[in-house]
């Protein structure tokens, strides 16, 4: 999958997506990820990329020229292009699947007070948003997207780990987690975890799920189903 990040601050992204799992993705071959500057796509010698608004206010906008000089270049037949903000699509784990079923996503941030209208209205495909808060800056909700979309990238969590349990993805909150020591200042990891009874060891984690569900967000039980845990689905995600 090849992934297009446009953005006037690519290096808040290099960190953010060259190290632990989506390095490792990206190293692997998983995800083609470039990261673009959108200013290289300025034609001034100042390298514009924003502009103050029509009809005033406080602000910049981006300006169109950059932004769609860029996209005209990146785009291949099949592509998709996303822009991240707050009235779009509010995302989830059904999204971040169906994203990563395409072949090739282009993500454009916008910064200070947004893009110019005609870009949404023309190259923009499809409108991303991370929740009801408004953020500074476009890049940092593209970084988000592109890590819930690569968790559902056969290979990206390893061959041995499945998203079958993780939280939100059957309506239930995960469960807790322990690892050594069993006794670490007095607090014991639950007895149960430490029986060698898979089955036991299930049923223990399905019922902290939903008990946890019910007191954290009853509202995710709303037509849940209590199928059976496959103790596959217990690995823990590969760690980073
Ligand atoms: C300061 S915000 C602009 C907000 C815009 N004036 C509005 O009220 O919708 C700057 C950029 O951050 C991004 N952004 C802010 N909040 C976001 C959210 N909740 N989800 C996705 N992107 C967001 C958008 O790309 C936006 O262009």
């Given at each position: 999958?090849?992934?297009?990040?446009?953005?006037?601050?690519?290096?808040?992204?290099?960190?953010?997506?060259?190290?632990?799992?989506?390095?490792?993705?990206?190293?692997?071959?998983?995800?083609?990820?470039?990261?673009?500057?959108?200013?290289?796509?300025?034609?001034?010698?100042?390298?514009?990329?924003?502009?103050?608004?029509?009809?005033?206010?406080?602000?910049?906008?981006?300006?169109?020229?950059?932004?769609?000089?860029?996209?005209?270049?990146?785009?291949?037949?099949?592509?998709?292009?996303?822009?991240?903000?707050?009235?779009?699509?509010?995302?989830?784990?059904?999204?971040?699947?169906?994203?990563?079923?395409?072949?090739?996503?282009?993500?454009?941030?916008?910064?200070?007070?947004?893009?110019?209208?005609?870009?949404?209205?023309?190259?923009?495909?499809?409108?991303?948003?991370?929740?009801?808060?408004?953020?500074?800056?476009?890049?940092?909700?593209?970084?988000?997207?592109?890590?819930?979309?690569?968790?559902?990238?056969?290979?990206?969590?390893?061959?041995?780990?499945?998203?079958?349990?993780?939280?939100?993805?059957?309506?239930?909150?995960?469960?807790?987690?322990?690892?050594?020591?069993?006794?670490?200042?007095?607090?014991?990891?639950?007895?149960?975890?430490?029986?060698?009874?898979h089955a036991l060891i299930e049923r223990w984690r399905l019922e902290q799920s939903l008990e946890k569900?019910?007191?954290l967000r009853p509202d995710l039980l709303q037509g849940h189903q209590h199928e059976p845990l496959h103790?596959?689905?217990?690995?823990?995600?590969?760690?980073?």
């Amino acid at each position: 999958m090849r992934i297009d990040l446009l953005t006037l601050f690519p290096a808040m992204l290099d960190g953010l997506l060259g190290e632990s799992i989506l390095g490792k993705a990206r190293e692997r071959g998983h995800l083609d990820l470039r990261i673009h500057n959108l200013r290289d796509w300025s034609t001034d010698k100042h390298k514009t990329a924003d502009d103050r608004p029509f009809g005033g206010g406080a602000g910049m906008v981006l300006k169109p020229e950059p932004v769609f000089a860029a996209i005209e270049q990146l785009r291949t037949p099949g592509s998709r292009t996303i822009y991240l903000s707050p009235d779009g699509t509010p995302l989830s784990p059904a999204l971040g699947q169906r994203l990563a079923g395409e072949q090739h996503l282009i993500f454009l941030s916008g910064h200070y007070e947004g893009i110019d209208q005609r870009i949404r209205d023309h190259v923009i495909d499809e409108e991303i948003s991370i929740g009801d808060y408004v953020l500074t800056n476009g890049t940092i909700a593209a970084a988000v997207v592109v890590d819930v979309l690569a968790r559902f990238i056969p290979g990206v969590l390893g061959e041995e780990n499945s998203l079958t349990h993780e939280s939100f993805t059957r309506n239930l909150l995960d469960f807790p987690q322990y690892t050594r020591p069993a006794d670490f200042r007095g607090w014991k990891v639950p007895e149960v975890l430490l029986s060698g009874n898979h089955a036991l060891i299930e049923r223990w984690r399905l019922e902290q799920s939903l008990e946890k569900t019910r007191r954290l967000r009853p509202d995710l039980l709303q037509g849940h189903q209590h199928e059976p845990l496959h103790s596959r689905d217990h690995q823990a995600p590969a760690q980073g």
